[in-house]
T-cell receptor, first 112, second 115 residues
Framework: DSGVTQTPKHLITATGQRVTLRCSPR?????VYWYQQSLDQGLQFLIQ???????AKGNILERFSAQQFPDLHSELNLSSLELGDSALYFC???????????FGSGTRLTVV | AQSVTQLDSQVPVFEEAPVELRCNYS??????LFWYVQYPNQGLQLLLK??????LVKGINGFEAEFNKSQTSFHLRKPSVHISDTAEYFC?????????????FGSGTQLTVLP
């Protein structure tokens, strides 16, 4: 157990639908990051939140949004889903300083 | 902009043989470098990291990596691999500015250890 909790582990939904992925960071970590992993794109950074505020943005589509709540958990919202959104979505957290991230076990999203 | 290139997408090697997984980076600022491992159907686990100091970094499971600034490389090595080392390995570079951070990953190297 890495200390980063992601739910659900698996999600199957239809095209056009909206889903919410949830992440609880490791205790004490203020930063949360979201990544998408797919066979053709590899590991793509989506977005970072630090203590409730957006801090860095990567290749995140406009149909996707995220937020971090006062208790530091984060949610990634994916809307108007397309087949190509099928992927593993990872959440990671980190403390302060130039240190590595701790990753959750991911949510596997399948859009049918 | 920073980037990471993993030169080999697949590396097959026999059990107990040595292995080197290659990684080159490009960055115009100070770099912090990492290797992560991903076992099937799992998340990414930190193997080792270079932040500063000694250029030879030792990590978990007997892996080590050497930071070479002149060659902009951070190759991962293990003197003797086991079947259980079969996994995908990712090199990554972190750019940090205040509280904003971006960890950029290479495309990954699939290490397959053969009996």
């Amino acid at each position: 157990d890495s200390g980063v909790t992601q739910t659900p582990k698996h999600l199957i939904t239809a095209t056009g639908q909206r889903v919410t992925l949830r992440c609880s960071p490791r205790s004490g970590d203020l930063s949360v990051y979201w990544y998408q992993q797919s066979l053709d794109q590899g590991l793509q950074f989506l977005i970072q939140y630090y203590n409730g505020e957006e801090r860095a943005k990567g290749n995140i589509l406009e149909r996707f949004s995220a937020q971090q709540f006062p208790d530091l958990h984060s949610e990634l919202n994916l809307s108007s889903l397309e087949l190509g959104d099928s992927a593993l979505y990872f959440c990671a957290s980190s403390g302060q300083g130039a240190d590595g991230y701790t990753f959750g076990s991911g949510t596997r999203l399948t859009v049918v | 902009a920073q980037s990471v290139t993993q030169l080999d997408s697949q590396v097959p090697v026999f059990e107990e043989a040595p292995v080197e997984l290659r990684c080159n980076y490009s960055s115009s600022v100070s770099v912090y470098l990492f290797w992560y491992v991903q076992y099937p159907n799992q998340g990414l686990q930190l193997l080792l990291k270079y932040l500063s100091g000694s250029t030879l970094v030792k990590g978990i499971n007997g892996f080590e990596a050497e930071f070479n600034k002149s060659q902009t490389s951070f190759h991962l090595r293990k003197p003797s691999v086991h079947i259980s080392d079969t996994a995908e390995y990712f090199c990554a570079v972190l750019i940090s500015s205040g509280s904003a951070r971006q960890l950029t990953f290479g495309s990954g190297t699939q290490l397959t250890v053969l009996p």
